[in-house]
């Protein structure tokens, strides 16, 4: 099956500062999403991005398909960026989301 | 992702008790998902429902019983359950179910705890 791996699996960032996390995939993927699971659970749709780049405030992501990782940037962090922050995908053919282990994230003010 | 909403936001049973989870949602999406989560996992897919039918049974326990009475409405009653079965129980929906290729968009989810 596809393997998932996200980096790194822990960070810790001051307030203001900027950061990249990263998902590698295994395989050719047909969609892969970011989610935010804030604190309470939440399990938030951050963005849906096969491929290409896409903005969203302070957060955007880019999928490199053919290179099989997908990056998530997120600029002036603020506390309530804390969580953890997953990548999943999907391929043609198989029938379920593969989330990766998670990227846990804390911004201290 | 608000628009998924699901009942109750948290639930204390013992072993014996029965109880019902509840979601809902009114995007028009045709296919909804159980999923469940340990602490400090990823969701793990239990159910898939592709136009109110069952596609997907990931060889869960029979004492979780999923049921999709209409479309915008999915159940999950359970029964005797085990303390293991304690975690985060995560409702989702998308547009369809083609082999999964839709985004699939989640509710804030029920905290079950089993004494």
């Known amino acids: 099956g596809i393997q998932v791996e996200q980096s790194p699996p822990d960070l810790i960032l001051q307030e203001g500062a900027n950061s990249t996390l990263r998902c590698n995939f295994s395989?050719?993927?047909?969609?892969l999403q970011w989610f935010h699971q804030n604190p309470w659970g939440q399990l938030i749709n951050l963005f849906y991005i096969p491929s290409g780049t896409k903005q969203n405030g302070r957060l955007s992501a880019t999928t490199v398909a053919t290179e099989r990782y997908s990056l998530l940037y997120i600029s002036s962090s603020q506390t309530t960026d804390s969580g953890v922050y997953f990548c999943?995908?999907?391929?043609?053919?198989?029938?379920?989301?593969?989330f990766g282990a998670g990227t846990r994230l804390a911004v201290h003010p | 992702d608000t628009e998924v909403t699901q009942t109750p936001k948290h639930l204390v049973m013992g072993m014996t008790n029965k109880k019902s989870l509840k979601c809902e949602q009114h995007m028009g999406h045709r296919a909804m998902y159980w999923y469940k989560q340990k602490a400090k996992k990823p969701p793990e897919l239990m159910f898939v429902?592709?136009?109110?039918?069952?596609?997907i049974n990931e060889s869960v326990p029979s004492r979780f019983s999923p049921e999709c009475p209409n479309s915008s409405l999915l159940n999950l009653h359970l029964h005797a359950l085990q303390p293991e079965d304690s975690a985060l129980y995560l409702c989702?929906?998308?547009?369809?179910?083609?082999?999964?290729?839709?985004?699939?968009?989640f509710g804030d989810g029920t905290r079950l705890s089993i004494l």
């Open positions: 429902y592709s136009y109110e039918k069952l596609s």
């Open positions: 395989d050719s993927v047909n969609n």
């Open positions: 989702a929906s998308s547009q369809e179910y083609r082999e999964g290729l839709e985004p699939q968009h």
């Open positions: 999943a995908v999907l391929r043609y053919g198989y029938n379920k989301l593969i």
